[in-house]
């Protein structure tokens, strides 16, 4: 799930249950020219520790609130949070100092079952700032990885400017990832792979039956690489992808974040391609 849903809400202190949780901001790591990553630290009562996939509702104070992917959960309820700017709230949280603080609500929604890969080849499949979502699932995998066969990431980005925790990527190589990187348009400096993250699927599945793939990015990406991946023999049941639609309440209480049978907030946004596939050719009203 990427940033969706920008809206102003009301104050924190009409919330009742809803209220957020105080935490400040102990540390900003800008990613790209419009994303960045912060690391909070609870202030009074943190919320409970997410797993990977789940999402918070993060408040800028005086603007409104808006969904966002953990993207890591540290020692002392660290939590860590990768945004891009679009719209007034996520520009206030981007724009956030060490020590301004952020209101937090969850941690909601589904999981990526990470367990499901025990045993098995792991192929997480990114797109954009779909990597945020899918960094615990890779730092999981990466703190045990004795229990995988392979751990593969597949990454694509617009170009090699907008790659989201770049420094990352060759410390997971050396921690036992197989890491493949491809960019829509590279530049002079770039001497990797160009072209879309679907186009190194085929040569990363080795064995289909023995894979679970997670995937996360734009929705097109998601089916373009699920439909890659079903067609390379994995089972639509063993891809779990990241739906996103309009979320507002995090809590299964608005319907705003309605598909289909769906309350992402509370059903998702983490689900099977089996579920997923009928269902991702709704448009977001």
């Known amino acids: ?23 400040v901001v102990a540390a900003r790591q800008a990613e790209t020219h419009d994303t960045v990553t912060l690391m909070l630290r609870p202030v009074g009562d943190p919320i409970e520790p997410p ?6 509702m993060l408040y800028a104070y005086g603007v ?34 060490p020590g301004a603080m952020i209101g ?7 999981d990526w079952q990470v367990h499901r890969a025990d045993g098995r080849d792991m192929l997480v499949v990114a797109g954009g700032i779909g990597l945020a979502p899918l960094r615990p699932v890779l730092l999981a995998a990466l703190a045990e990885r004795a229990r995988y066969d392979r751990v593969v990431l597949l990454v694509g980005a617009r170009s090699p400017g907008d790659l989201v925790f770049a420094r990352e990527l060759q410390t997971w190589r050396r921690r036992g990832a197989d890491v493949r990187v491809t960019v829509d348009h590279g530049n002079a400096d770039w001497h990797g792979q160009v072209g879309l993250v679907t186009r190194l699927i085929e040569g990363a599945v080795e064995d289909p039956a023995w894979t679970a793939a997670f ?3 734009p929705e097109i990406m998601m089916r373009f690489s699920a439909e890659a991946l079903v067609n390379c023999g994995i089972a639509a049941e063993n891809i779990r992808v990241s739906l996103e639609r ?18 992402l907030c509370r059903d998702g946004p983490v689900v099977s391609y089996a579920e997923a596939a009928p269902l991702v050719a709704e448009k977001e009203l």
């Open 215 to 217: 995937v996360c990015g």
């Open 104 to 110: 937090v609500r969850g941690p909601f929604g589904t």
């Open 51 to 56: 797993r990977p996939g789940q999402f918070t």
């Open 1 to 23: 799930m990427t940033v969706t849903g920008e809206h102003v809400t009301a104050p924190a202190s009409a919330l009742g249950p809803m209220q957020p949780s105080r935490y």
């Open 246 to 263: 309009n979320m507002r309440c995090g809590a299964a209480l608005c319907g705003h974040c309605q598909l289909g049978p769906l309350l």
């Open 64 to 97: 409104g609130e808006i969904p966002v992917s953990i993207s890591g959960f540290h020692r002392g309820q660290v939590l860590v949070q990768t945004i891009r700017a679009v719209g007034a709230v996520t520009r206030a949280l981007c724009a956030a100092a």
